[in-house]
């Protein structure tokens, strides 16, 4: 964006993020959303919780400084906050729910992180963001390089000075980061954590805002439904193919990776208990960053189901109307004949006229009917009954299989004590499926059942499971506590990963 004075006119005028820095009250505006929204990380709250906390934040202002500072009340802000003319919160009712809520939009969040960049800070690192910018030109060099011979002396160029830095640490010889270099590289991770939180509320912004052009089309739409689906479709997927939908895919698919998040922790924690890093003060909410990650993510995956529930709505309204219209045009047949019938003939003689048959009532005299039949019973005669076989044992037709849900959702909880979340194919390894295919739908009812549950359809997880059969005939009984003359068959099954998240 060229900084022209026709440009920055405009912005100044129309954009959230000016108009905030500029208004009367921004001070109040910035303090109270950063220190609600920004600081711990809430996507989403309820009004009356925002509410509560405004008015504790005017009460303790006016007493500072005049009741006529802030005339108006809490709710009453919000709403201004609200409104389009400054659009510095957005105003919705969540799916299931009466009451208000409101989000921080991208263009506050940004106001915000340039107003915490504006506070003075202890050192500028350069070294960090010097190496950061010469790693990212060496990866794109190199993952751009079609030259094989190229790519190869570059490998060997790596293995020399990793064999070299292999035999310097067997000598003994370490090289360590000072605490300068530390507390440089742990600034600027922190700047980028924060920075990510920031994207992830414009990643979701833009889907939000194809789902409302999507309900606009779908509400004015009046030709074929399949037009407006193959439009709808062609945007979602421009979407989903663009540089910021490819690379906000790659990143989740990095973040539900367990060993990743195992490591990441790890690394995490070990960093945080450096001197250097410890005398810095971090934000104790760091440790947990990835997992704030992990929500932000979330609710961007909601908007995106939201939309696919829309559409799949609209199908249904669709072909609801197409058969009230179709009645309805017979309807109207039959209602224009009717008007017609005394004229026919004439009509016949003038032009060709098609006629159907008038509606009638079909009546059914009583004595029509035929009369009740009782049923022959069978007697069995000539025949001799003869014992049938002894050997064979009927308990197989009277055993049923229940699974108690309850247990499996105690062993869910139990699990996720120790951790923050857990996959179905870790919950099977931990306490192996004891009757089979049955157990395995029910966990996976209990994943659909519970807000706290994430399915990444991008990764497939195995369950293998032992299922006991008769060595007589191969009929499977279906149960682990089988008899001694059963053998076990292993089977496995293929399904999308589900991950248990504790709340």
């Known amino acids: 964006m060229q900084l022209d004075y026709a440009t920055l006119e405009a912005q100044r005028r129309q954009h959230p993020a000016w108009r905030l820095l500029a208004a009367e009250h921004a001070p109040l505006v910035a303090s109270f959303l950063h220190r609600v929204f920004v600081l711990p990380n809430v996507r989403v709250m309820a009004q009356a919780n925002l509410v509560e906390a405004l008015e504790d934040t005017l009460y303790d202002l006016r007493e500072q400084r005049g009741v006529q500072l802030f005339p108006k009340s809490a709710l009453e802000y919000l709403n201004d906050w609200a409104a389009n003319d400054k659009g510095w919160l957005r105003k919705f009712y969540p799916q299931g729910s009466d009451e208000p809520h409101f989000d921080l939009t991208p263009p506050t969040e940004r106001a915000l992180a340039w107003l ?29 390089e079609t030259n094989p011979q190229a790519r190869l002396a570059e490998l060997h160029k790596k293995r020399v000075a990793i064999d070299a830095e292999i035999a310097r640490v067997q000598e003994g010889d370490l090289a360590l980061l000072d605490d300068t270099a530390l507390r440089d590289r742990f600034q600027q991770f922190t700047g980028l954590a924060r920075e990510l939180l920031a994207d992830f509320r414009e990643v979701e912004h833009n889907f939000r805002a194809l789902d409302r052009r999507v309900r606009e089309r779908i509400t004015l739409w009046d030709g074929a439904k399949g037009m407006l689906l193959q439009e709808i479709m062609g945007e979602r997927d421009a ?40 005398a810095l003060g971090p934000d104790p909410r760091l440790k947990r960053v990835h997992y704030d990650w992990l929500e932000a993510g979330e609710y961007a995956q909601k908007t995106v189901a939201q939309l696919s529930q829309q559409l799949r709505r609209f199908l249904d309204d669709k072909a609801w109307l197409e058969n009230r219209r179709i009645m309805d045009i017979l309807r109207s047949i039959e209602a224009k004949t009717l008007v017609l019938r005394d004229a026919a003939p004439q009509l016949m003689r003038e032009a060709e006229f098609a006629t159907i048959d008038a509606p009638h009532a079909d009546i059914d005299l009583p004595f029509e009917r035929p009369l009740h039949r009782p049923a022959v019973d069978t007697v069995l005669t000539r025949i001799a009954l003869t014992a049938g076989d002894s050997d064979v044992a009927a308990d197989a037709l009277f055993s049923q299989v229940t699974v108690d849900k309850v247990a499996l959702n105690a062993h869910i909880r139990k699990t996720l004590q120790t951790r923050d979340q857990v996959t179905l194919a870790e919950l099977v390894q931990t306490r192996p499926l004891q009757q089979g295919l049955g157990e395995l739908v029910a966990y996976m009812q209990l994943a659909a059942d519970s807000p706290h549950c994430v399915v990444d359809e991008g990764t497939l997880d195995t369950v293998v499971w032992a299922v006991n059969v008769n060595a007589d005939d191969g009929q499977s009984d279906g149960a682990a506590d089988a008899p001694s003359h059963t053998s076990p068959v292993m089977r496995r099954a293929e399904l999308p990963r589900v991950i248990f998240v504790r709340h």
Not at 254 to 271: G, K, N
């Open 239 to 278: 979407i989903a193919d663009s540089d910021q939908g490819k690379s906000f895919r790659a990143f989740w698919d990095f973040l539900m990776s367990q060993s990743r998040q195992e490591e990441f922790t790890a690394l995490l924690a070990r960093v945080l208990d450096l001197p250097p890093v410890s």
């Open 116 to 144: 915490v960049s504006l506070s003075e800070r202890s050192f500028v690192g350069t070294e960090s963001r010097l190496l950061t910018l010469f790693a990212l030109l060496k990866q794109m060099q190199e993952g751009s």
